[in-house]
T-cell receptor, first 114, second 113 residues
Framework: EAQVTQNPRYLITVTGKKLTVTCSQN?????MSWYRQDPGLGLRQIYYSMNVEVTDKGDVPEGYKVSRKEKRNFPLILESPSPNQTSLYFC?????????????FGPGTRLTVL | GENVEQHPSTLSVQEGDSAVIKCTYS??????FPWYKQELGKGPQLIIDIRSNVGEKKDQRIAVTLNKTAKHFSLHITETQPEDSAVYFC????????????FGKGTHLIIQP
């Protein structure tokens, strides 16, 4: 089954404790991205990757890092989480150079930073 | 960058009636306009999309219209059913570029029995 998986689905942590949210897709998609969803603000792109070893900032990249060492994986790293990063996070993937193609979203990771 | 406005934020309709959600965008270079449905506890799922060379597209009870001159597009759902209750997001992007989708803030559609 074609899918995007994220782990963990729920995470409660404390300020400053480094964490990683994993994202994996099995559709051989080149393009992957991370979004955060906040009430009243909709979905905003954090980082994206056009292909392996190619990443770039989205609209709200501050406080986040990503890596793309393999095509299928695109982890989101919070080196020093802060309470304003409490949010619902979604990973998405689509075919290369074709943001116009269907973007498949993962199930989401709800992060709470205390 | 692109800016997408979506209205209304909440829409309540009687089961069987039609629902219309409207979006406007700012970047005239945008040429791809998808609509996503998000059910509680799940990620957004594409339900229909339209490209700028098309004015209208229909898929069963769902249709999308696009007015490039006015830079607005709309989602129409006819004969609404309880399973249509969800949050709907519109989005816009310039196809072929690296930028991600710019989303509207969402519309919570409530179908009243």
């Amino acid at each position: 089954e074609a899918q995007v998986t994220q782990n963990p689905r729920y995470l409660i942590t404390v300020t400053g404790k480094k964490l990683t949210v994993t994202c994996s897709q099995n559709m051989n998609h080149e393009y992957m991205s991370w979004y955060r969803q906040d009430p009243g603000l909709g979905l905003r792109q954090i980082y994206y990757s056009m292909n392996v070893e190619v990443t770039d900032k989205g609209d709200v990249p501050e406080g986040y890092k990503v890596s793309r060492k393999e095509k299928r994986n695109f982890p989101l790293i919070l080196e020093s989480p802060s309470p304003n990063q409490t949010s619902l996070y979604f990973c998405a993937s689509s075919t290369r150079g074709a943001v116009t193609d269907t973007q498949y979203f993962g199930p989401g990771t709800r992060l709470t930073v205390l | 960058g692109e800016n997408v406005e979506q209205h209304p934020s909440t829409l309540s309709v009687q089961e069987g009636d039609s629902a219309v959600i409207k979006c406007t965008y700012s970047d005239s270079a945008s040429n791809y306009f998808p609509w996503y449905k998000q059910e509680l506890g799940k990620g957004p799922q594409l339900i229909i999309d339209i490209r700028s060379n098309v004015g209208e597209k229909k898929d069963q009870r769902i249709a999308v219209t696009l007015n490039k001159t006015a830079k607005h597009f709309s989602l129409h759902i006819t004969e609404t059913q309880p399973e249509d209750s969800a949050v709907y997001f519109c989005a816009a992007v310039m196809g072929g570029g690296a930028d991600g989708l710019t989303f509207g803030k969402g519309t919570h559609l409530i179908i009243q029995p």
